[in-house]
Nanobody
Framework: QVQLVESGGGLVQPGGSLRLSCAVSGNIFSIDAMGWFRQAPGKQRELVASITSGGITIYADSVKGRFTISRTNAKNTVYLQMNDLKPEDTAVYYC???????????WGQGTQVTVSS
């Protein structure tokens, strides 16, 4: 089992920055990739960024150049640094841990990010 707990959300003005954290506990070595997803009201949950155990990163086009995903060397914390935030970044942000074989996904409870003046 793996447990994920997000933190760091809040209210920020357009152009501001936030750093989200995802604390990973349990059988962390079973996780092959970590990702951040977000879901705005009335919209589907979408991938924001992901990082594999080998360090390969993927970003949604909408956040490239503004957001950075990273993790600690112990792989027990994953971060999402968000710069130059825009109102359209407003959403609940979720942390996901993925095991590839057998396939299984673990989700955190989410943290609200609101970008507004």
């Amino acid at each position: 089992q793996v447990q994920l707990v997000e933190s760091g959300g809040g209210l920020v003005q357009p152009g501001g920055s936030l750093r989200l954290s995802c604390a990973v506990s349990g059988n962390i070595f079973s996780i092959d990739a970590m990702g951040w997803f977000r879901q705005a009201p009335g919209k589907q949950r979408e991938l924001v960024a992901s990082i594999t155990s080998g360090g390969i990163t993927i970003y949604a086009d909408s956040v490239k150049g503004r957001f950075t995903i990273s993790r600690t060397n112990a792989k027990n914390t994953v971060y999402l640094q968000m710069n130059d935030l825009k109102p359209e970044d407003t959403a609940v942000y979720y942390c996901k841990g993925s095991r590839w074989s057998p396939s299984y996904d673990y989700w955190g409870q989410g943290t609200q990010v609101t970008v507004s003046s």
